[in-house]
């Protein structure tokens, strides 16, 4: 059921949606004893792992950020704080993470959140005409260009893959 353009309801579509910008809805359906929900999507979806994006949110010394990299690698926590001009940042506590963006794990979505956060998107975003981050909910991604992306969170751009 990929390619789906009608919204499903979640703060990301609808923010999505209230700015007019251009997307495209992927459902799969995901199965609950994958942990791995980036690579689990990029599979099931047919993309490749680099063009499809994991919310990760971390803490640093003045609240939480938000750090969107391809399922493809790891979050480097020293290029997001660096980042951010911090000296150092922790992946945000899971329960924490889910109270304030509104969304629960492998669900986050760096649109429409509770409580928006500073956001960093990694520079590789920008090789790829559009990418995938999640939709606001486990088996759901939106397709759109990193520059929307980018604009409607407000994410600063930098290499923050390791």
């Given at each position: 059921m990929a390619g789906k353009k009608h919204s499903t309801g979640t703060p990301a579509t609808l923010a999505l949606e209230?700015?007019?910008?251009?997307?495209?809805?992927?459902?799969?359906d995901h199965d609950?004893?994958?942990?791995?929900?980036?690579?689990?999507?990029a599979e099931a979806l047919g993309f490749a792992p680099e063009q499809?994006?994991?919310?990760?949110?971390?803490q640093l010394a003045d609240g939480m950020a938000v750090g969107?990299?391809?399922?493809?690698?790891?979050?480097?926590?020293?290029a997001v704080a660096a980042a951010f001009g911090q000296k150092k940042a922790s992946m945000a506590d899971p329960a924490?993470?889910?109270?304030?963006?509104g969304y629960v794990l492998g669900g986050i979505s760096p649109l429409g959140q509770r409580s928006?956060?500073?956001?960093?998107l990694d520079d590789s975003a920008f090789e790829h005409?559009?990418?995938?981050?999640?939709?606001g909910r486990r088996?759901?991604?939106?397709?759109?260009?990193?520059?929307?992306?980018?604009?409607?969170?407000?994410?600063v751009r930098a290499t923050i893959r390791a």
């Open positions: 209230a700015a007019g910008v251009p997307f495209t809805l992927h459902l799969y609950p004893r994958n942990t791995n929900f980036g690579l689990e999507a499809v994006f994991k919310t990760l949110m971390v969107v990299v391809p399922v493809s690698g790891t979050l480097d926590l020293k924490a993470a889910q109270r304030r963006t928006p956060s500073p956001t960093v005409a559009t990418i995938l981050v999640s939709g088996g759901l991604d939106v397709e759109l260009s990193p520059e929307d992306l980018s604009r409607l969170t407000g994410a």
